[in-house]
């Protein structure tokens, strides 16, 4: 569903919207590179005054990964923090970007520690949420059964 559905709308979204935003920024600046790659945004500099900086659009796979997870789950509390998170992030990955193209570039490697840290957490607290959804599910029972199913 994610690969199918939800990434090709997001690949859309950033060539078509939010690329775009940033033509302005290149015409004032010759030394960066902005570029759209799938649901990303990479931003370069051909003078290397930082390093490579690849920003994801919030709600992006790992979102889903864990998201769809906890859909049949009973933990709502962990969903409204990732909805929360998520929301938080258009403005704290625009704020740095905004840093960054600015020229403050001493915030490149905070924004690729957070990329790696965001990917990290949860990829890990989808594993986690996995494996313990599955040790809830009887031996001999199929996944998308229901329990109420006589």
């Known amino acids: 569903m994610y690969?199918?559905?939800?990434?090709?709308?997001?690949?859309?979204?950033?060539?078509?919207?939010?690329?775009?935003?940033?033509?302005d920024v290149l015409k004032d600046n010759r030394d960066l590179i902005i570029?759209?790659?799938?649901?990303?945004?990479?931003?370069?500099?051909?003078?290397?005054?930082?390093?490579?900086?690849?920003?994801?659009?919030?709600?992006g796979a790992y979102y889903f990964l864990v998201l769809f997870i906890l859909f049949g789950s009973e933990r709502k509390s962990l969903m409204r923090?990732?909805?929360?998170?998520?929301?938080?992030?258009?403005i704290i990955s625009s704020l740095l970007v905004w840093l960054l193209l600015s020229g403050?570039?001493?915030?490149?490697p905070v924004i690729n520690a957070h990329e790696i840290a965001y990917k990290a957490l949860f990829l890990s607290l989808g594993?986690?949420?996995?494996?313990?959804e599955m040790k809830s599910v009887p031996l001999g029972t199929s996944i998308f059964s229901s329990p109420h199913m006589g």
Not at 38 to 57: C, G, Y
Not at 81 to 90: Q, T
Not at 104 to 108: D, G, N, Q, R, T
Not at 127 to 132: A, E, G
């Open 104 to 108: 403050s570039y001493w915030v490149a």
């Open 35 to 59: 570029k759209s790659i799938q649901d990303d945004i990479t931003i370069e500099s051909k003078k290397d005054l930082f390093i490579d900086v690849r920003v994801s659009i919030p709600f």
């Open 127 to 132: 594993m986690i949420l996995f494996v313990k």
């Open 81 to 90: 923090w990732m909805h929360a998170y998520n929301l938080v992030l258009f």
């Open 3 to 23: 690969f199918g559905l939800i990434r090709p709308v997001q690949e859309q979204i950033n060539v078509h919207l939010i690329h775009p935003m940033f033509d």
